[in-house]
């Protein structure tokens, strides 16, 4: 499975973006699907997954109620709907894909990994 990473950019404190992830191959529906960030001088950390059927999300504590993991698919995507976003979201955000069955908060549980895209928050 190939991943690509798209939609980050500047924007200011209390906006919205929506990232995308656009993968490669049959399988895609197989795999459960997870957001995770790293900024300057930090450790990668988990942001959302989702379920290969798209039943099952879970998020961090940090963008509980903020965040919206979505996938679609017969399109091949997996989104992430930003809202309210801080400066503190400042990060590199990568999507990943795994063989958990719904989504797993642990990077180690994922088997690919995007490029990444950057999102920048100013206040």
């Known amino acids: 499975v190939q991943l690509v990473e798209s939609g980050g950019g500047l924007v200011q404190a209390g906006g919205s973006l929506r990232l995308s992830c656009a993968a490669s191959?049959?399988?895609?529906?197989?795999?459960?699907m997870g957001w995770f960030r790293q900024s300057a001088g930090k450790e990668r950390e988990f942001v959302a997954a989702?379920?290969?059927?798209?039943?099952?999300?879970t998020y961090a504590e940090s963008v509980k109620g903020r965040f919206t993991i979505t996938r679609d698919n017969a399109k091949n995507m997996v989104y992430l709907q930003m809202n309210s976003l801080k400066p503190e979201d400042t990060a590199a955000y990568y999507c990943?894909?795994?063989?958990?069955?719904?989504?797993?908060?642990?990077?180690?549980?994922?088997?690919?990994w995007g490029q990444g895209t950057q999102v920048t928050v100013s206040s």
């Open positions: 989702i379920s290969w059927s798209g039943g099952t999300t």
């Open positions: 191959g049959r399988t895609f529906r197989s795999y459960s």
């Open positions: 990943a894909a795994g063989s958990s069955q719904s989504g797993d908060w642990r990077a180690r549980t994922y088997d690919y």
